[in-house]
């Protein structure tokens, strides 16, 4: 079966860290760009990072540059998402997802099921 | 930065209704434009991508098009499954990726 499994959210003060990790299964990781998408609560989907098929390209949106850096293993099938100095305003479900391509500015045909993120004091 | 917009923000229609969702973007963008349905408490699904090609597995009754600035998402027959948001996706090296607000659609 293909699928994303992402794993480590969890409830964080502000200014504290946290690093989410994506599995993959059933699909062939290494060729397709991946991207971390977020959706807080009754809001829309924001695109907070992207990497390409072999790292060699990788994207932030302004809201978490500086704070966030993303990365992938390959031979782990797994993309992974560095949180730093987390704010209330990152609360959210983060989702990875699977670029229809190798590059990481795609559409996206595959969704995880995502891992919640709140930042609270 | 090129910003996205959807309209109607939400619409409610009957059953076997053509529903129209248009997707504008404040520059053009070629065709690099994808809908996403996501039904509540549900993960986003890809649709529609290049603005008009349907991903496989996807009802025909869904139908892009467009190009440059102005896109829509057809729904030709709604059927009671299609209650859900709608989403507009630019993607680009050169543009970045946004998704648009979303239109709401109730049966």
């Known amino acids: 079966e293909v699928q994303l499994v992402e794993s480590g959210g969890a409830v964080v003060r502000p200014g504290g860290s946290l690093r989410l990790s994506c599995a993959a299964s059933?699909?062939?990781?290494?060729?397709?760009?991946m991207s971390w998408v977020r959706q807080a609560p009754g809001k829309g989907l924001e695109w907070v990072s992207g990497?390409?098929?072999?790292?060699?390209?990788?994207g932030y949106a302004d809201s978490v540059k500086g704070r966030f850096t993303i990365s992938r293993d390959n031979a782990k099938n797994s993309l992974y998402l560095q949180m730093n100095s987390l704010r209330a305003e990152d609360t959210a479900f983060y989702y990875c997802?699977?670029?229809?391509?190798?590059?990481?500015?795609?559409?996206?045909?595959?969704w995880g099921q995502g891992t919640m993120v709140t930042v609270s004091s | 930065d090129i910003q996205m917009t959807q309209s109607p923000s939400s619409l409610s229609a009957s059953v076997g209704d053509r529903v129209t969702i248009t997707c504008r973007a404040s520059?053009?963008?070629?065709?690099?434009l994808a809908w996403y349905q996501q039904k509540p408490g549900k993960v986003p699904k890809l649709l529609i991508y290049?603005?008009?090609t349907l991903q496989s597995g996807v009802p025909s009754r869904f139908s892009g098009s467009g190009s440059g600035t102005d896109f829509t998402l057809t729904i030709s027959s709604l059927q009671p499954e299609d209650v859900a948001t709608y989403y507009c996706?630019?993607?680009?090296?050169?543009?970045?990726?946004?998704f648009g607000p979303g239109t709401k659609v109730d049966i």
């Open positions: 997802a699977r670029a229809v391509t190798s590059a990481m500015r795609d559409a996206y045909d595959i």
């Open positions: 059933g699909i062939t990781f290494d060729e397709h760009g």
């Open positions: 990497i390409d098929w072999n790292g060699g390209t990788i």
């Open positions: 520059q053009g963008i070629s065709n690099y």
């Open positions: 290049a603005a008009s």
């Open positions: 996706q630019k993607f680009n090296r050169d543009l970045g990726v946004t």
